[in-house]
């Protein structure tokens, strides 16, 4: 059981609390705190990830991406969800906050979420991942080309279509 954080709008924390996994409404002005983490290595490929099948969005790839626990940043959990789910430690000088997104009703009508965008350089072999099989079932580096493609193909987390308005950022 994962307990998280609620913030308002303005991210001002909020003395009451999120279970995830309960099916909690959120009131209007209740946020919980995401994180999305994008990796690029040098060869200007980004690092994507399949869904296990029982998740939500089965089978879909995406980047890394979590929820903020309960007195994390995002900054923290950033480093975390991507330790936890591919075995790849990261370092807070390798990444940027590159974007925050607001969203209501996200997924569901009663659920709200502040999403930090987050961008990493780092190179490392696939062979060199642990995935975390409940949450993790391939990973690949893939080149904007593909990236929009598997979006055109709805291969991909469909959400997450806001990172092709961000791509001239994070590839050159």
């Known amino acids: 059981m994962e307990i998280c954080d609620l913030y308002d709008r303005n991210r001002n924390k909020l003395e009451n609390k999120y279970i995830r ?37 089965p089978l ?25 789910e591919i075995g790849i430690k990261l370092q807070k000088n390798e990444g940027i906050l590159l974007t925050t997104i607001f969203y ?14 987050f961008f990493f350089q780092k190179n490392f072999d696939l062979t060199d991942t642990k995935l975390q099989e409940d949450e ?8 904007k080309s593909e990236l929009i493609t598997k979006f055109t193909n709805k291969e991909m987390v469909e959400p997450m279509s806001y990172v092709l308005e961000l791509l001239d950022r994070m590839i050159c």
């Open 104 to 117: 209501n009703n996200y997924l569901r009508e009663d659920f709200n979420l502040i999403l930090d965008v």
């Open 60 to 84: 879909k790839w995406e980047c890394t991406s979590g929820m903020v626990s309960t007195g994390e940043d995002s900054t923290t959990a950033a480093l975390r969800e991507v330790e936890e």
């Open 21 to 57: 996994g309960t099916g909690m409404s959120l009131k209007n002005n209740e946020y919980t705190l995401g994180v999305d983490v994008w990796i690029k290595n040098d060869r200007n490929q980004l690092l994507l990830t399949q869904r296990n099948k029982k998740k939500y969005f």
């Open 136 to 143: 993790v079932i391939d990973i690949k580096w893939v080149e």
